[in-house]
């Protein structure tokens, strides 16, 4: 397990590097943060995506799963650089079949307390059904199981997820 991935240090006395070019919810856009800069904190700090939260900062609590390409992945341990050509998709732009029938399921069980962790686990939650359209309890553990509630969610969780693998958006 990495380090924190708190803000990173100024870098006003380091040369100035190239930006990085990402495909965000769709849209091209350049980002001008240090390549090495956590993934995490330029959606947040320099494209005001604040649905993506960060808990620990080191990979722990899955507060801050983003999608690239597709796969559910923690975006304070990916450097900014890496997601370069990928495809980022961040709870304000999830959208399509999967995404709205986990939505209205998550509204159907009522699963949200705080919400703090929520963006997280609805984004796992996606990532795992596009894969797997039925999941066993053990699939649903399996995948969830870097997203962590402090509000104890788990077995609403797993409910909504069974629930989104039955309706179809248009039920
Ligand atoms: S903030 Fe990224 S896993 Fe906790
Ligand atoms: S709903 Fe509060 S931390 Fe999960």
Request: charged fraction near 25%.
């Amino acid at each position: 397990m990495g380090g924190y991935a708190h803000r990173p240090p100024p870098t006003a006395d380091l040369p100035p590097t190239m930006p990085t070019r990402l495909t965000i919810n769709g849209r091209p856009r350049e980002v001008s943060a240090d390549p090495a800069t956590p993934l995490l904190w330029v959606l947040r700090d320099e494209l005001n995506l604040t649905g993506t939260k960060f808990g620990c900062g080191m990979g722990a609590c899955g507060a801050c799963t983003v999608h690239l390409d597709g796969n559910a992945v923690q975006s304070c341990m990916v450097p900014v650089a890496r997601a370069e050509g990928k495809r980022v998709t961040t709870i304000e732009g999830v959208t399509g079949d999967v995404a709205e029938r986990v939505r209205r399921a998550w509204i159907g069980e009522d699963v949200a307390q705080c919400g703090y962790c929520q963006p997280g686990q609805i984004m796992s939650a996606v990532a795992l059904l596009a894969a797997t359209a039925r999941p066993s309890d053990a699939e649903i553990d399996e995948a969830m199981r870097g997203n962590l509630c402090r509000c104890g969610t788990y077995q609403r969780i797993r409910r909504a997820i069974h629930r989104a693998a039955e309706v179809r958006a248009d039920d």
